[in-house]
């Protein structure tokens, strides 16, 4: 029977590997195809992560930090916090701000309130998110980026005091920085109903 020669020094070697202790590989390069180890600081640059159970691995902050710009959670805000009169004649949209949003996947969310003003009122209000400024209704779809508000009692001609309606989310995937528009229309005469309102939008992938 032959005997196999077991080399001293490789044992040693092994031996040394299992048990680095404080001890560490150097020198690691970055991973450039599937199989490779990553290097310390290297970034995932495709592919999804899986977590086990599915809801760990992914933690929010507790300290009332807000999300960087770029990350997911990231919000733009612009309000108008108080009455002013609509910019727009009667029958016109007119914008009452505006949001400008990076590429991305975003939810946007708006609010606005109306105040007759004195003016006699002669249909609906309506409310309006729209990557298109001013009185256009390119990209209008009522009931998703566009409510209807505030119809006098009877139906008729009125003065309303005020009423207010809100968009709870609107959807946009967008390929490059674009403006999101909150804008509004009335249809009035003898005077100027006022408005005022906010929209907010939050970055979810």
Known sequence: MSRTRIDVSLI???????????????GLANGTVSGDA?????????????????????????????????????????????????????????NLTSISLTA???????????????????????????????NTVTDVVPGDNNVFVGVPIGGGSGVLSQCGGSIPSWHVNLTSTTTIYLKAIAFFSAGTPQNMGRISATRIR
Not at 67 to 90: C, D, K, L, Y
Not at 106 to 132: C, L
């Open 12 to 26: 040693n070697i092994v031996s040394s590997i299992l048990n680095m202790g404080s001890n560490k590989i150097t």
């Open 38 to 94: 990553i290097a310390f600081g290297q970034a995932f640059t495709s592919g999804n992560l899986t977590f086990s159970p599915t809801t760990a691995g992914i933690v929010g902050v507790t300290d009332g930090s807000v999300a960087a710009a770029g990350n997911v959670g990231e919000r733009v805000v612009s309000s108008v916090a108080s009455f002013i009169n609509m910019t727009a004649s009667t029958a016109q949209f007119g």
């Open 104 to 134: 991305g996947s975003w939810d946007i969310n708006a609010i606005m309130i109306f105040a007759g003003n004195g003016a006699t009122i002669t249909n609906v209000y309506e409310i309006f998110v729209s990557t298109f400024s001013g």
